[in-house]
């Protein structure tokens, strides 16, 4: 029988440019002992953990050693994701699904500036004979993405630019924000080009940071402190990694993934049956791109829908309140723990400022980023 699980606990240490005051198992112990006070629980209590490292974003072969002091987890079940943090909560998931425990723990860091060379390293993962030679950004390859989205979609440069100073405005009213700031249309539109048509201002900055969650099964959820926030939906895939024969016009894995997390939750309609969302928007076109193929907008009506300003805040469909990364940080395979715990923190009444009415159910959708086709999605809802 299918159990229900819930999100019991989460504890964060918010968003930074830099965190040179901080080690990596500092940033771990701060969010794994919010956490673990939010649910109500001591890391006796824990059956199994989850920690999401990769080794090249980390700097550090076998990263995942920075893991168990700080989670309380010396000798207990632990293992890896080098993947996103939505993929690590989806293996805390079938981890109580399949009985071993009832109480579970997923954590995932950035300490991006910790990287003096991240182009270098993310160009890296590229192929070794068609694309490394080349020399080029690794923003390059979002930039041709990005043309081909906007020629194929007919959403506009100008929309994109809508994206960035929505996100940067909801971000000033976030306290686990770092980037937020007021910015016009033209500023975006006339920000120094890094590579056509992608602005500085639309690409995300980076940050640091952790996040924890604390996982339990329905009957266990009784007896704890935390107000459960049930995983009701949750999908992941990957597309093609070569750059020769991915799609260049829709994130394919995006659309798999929630169609995956989707059917799991019984959605029908997103739209109608999902309240908001936090996506990646690591790139200013990656939130439309996104909104498509989750299905919560047709191909071409997201650009529409953000000048009609139904993703804002007071929206009809808000999406990012938080600030998403342009607002946030760009956080490595945290990605999707900043989107996780920004739809808790919603759900249960507790974003701030940025509070949205009726926040029922919302959906987290993250990617790993160039040059990378993978993403996944995870539906989060009060009851």
Excluded at 366 to 383: D, H, M, N, Q
Aim: net charge negative; proline share 3%.
């Amino acid at each position: 029988m299918v159990k229900r699980v819930a999100i019991v606990g989460v504890g964060t240490t918010g968003f930074r440019a830099t965190t040179p005051d901080v080690s990596y198992r500092e940033l771990t112990y701060e969010a794994a002992t919010k956490a673990y006070l939010n649910a109500g629980i001591e890391p006796k209590d824990v059956g199994a953990f989850v920690s999401t490292a990769e080794d090249f974003t980390e700097g550090y072969s076998i990263a995942d050693e920075y893991s168990p002091d700080q989670l309380g987890a010396v000798l207990k079940p632990i293992h890896t994701v080098p993947g996103d943090f939505i993929q690590s909560l989806a293996n805390a998931y079938m981890i109580i699904q399949s009985g071993f425990c009832d109480i579970a723990v997923v954590q995932g860091l950035s300490k991006a500036s910790n990287m003096l060379t991240k182009s270098d390293m993310i160009t890296f993962a590229t192929c070794p004979f068609t694309w490394r030679p080349l020399k080029e950004s690794h923003h390059a390859i979002a930039a041709m993405e990005m043309n081909r989205f906007l020629q194929s979609s007919g959403n506009t440069r100008e929309q994109c630019a809508k994206v960035v100073v929505k996100n940067r405005r909801n971000a000033l009213n976030n306290p686990r924000a770092v980037h937020g700031t007021n910015l016009s249309l033209d500023d975006v539109l006339h920000s120094e080009i890094v590579s056509h048509p992608l602005g500085r201002l639309d690409i995300a900055q980076y940050a640091d940071g952790a996040v924890v969650c604390v996982l339990a099964s329905e009957e266990k959820v009784q007896s704890l402190k935390g107000e459960p926030i049930w995983i009701k939906g949750i999908g992941w895939a990957t597309e093609t990694s070569a750059l020769e024969s991915r799609t260049w016009d829709e994130a394919v894995y995006l659309k798999v993934a929630s169609q995956m997390a989707y059917k799991m939750a019984g959605i029908r309609s997103p739209r109608k049956e999902i309240d908001f969302a936090e996506i990646n928007d690591e790139y200013s076109y990656k939130e439309l791109q996104h909104l498509e193929a989750l299905g919560i907008f047709a191909k071409g009506e997201s650009g529409k829908s953000v000048e009609a300003g139904l993703t804002e805040i007071t929206g009809e469909f808000p999406v990012n309140a938080s600030g998403g990364n342009l607002g946030c940080g760009a956080t490595l395979e945290l990605d999707g723990g900043h989107k996780v715990i920004e739809i808790v923190l919603q759900l249960r009444g507790q974003a701030g400022t940025n509070q949205l009415k009726n926040a029922r159910t919302g959906l987290a959708a993250s990617w790993r980023g160039v040059p990378t086709t993978t993403g996944a999605v995870a539906i989060l809802a009060k009851e």
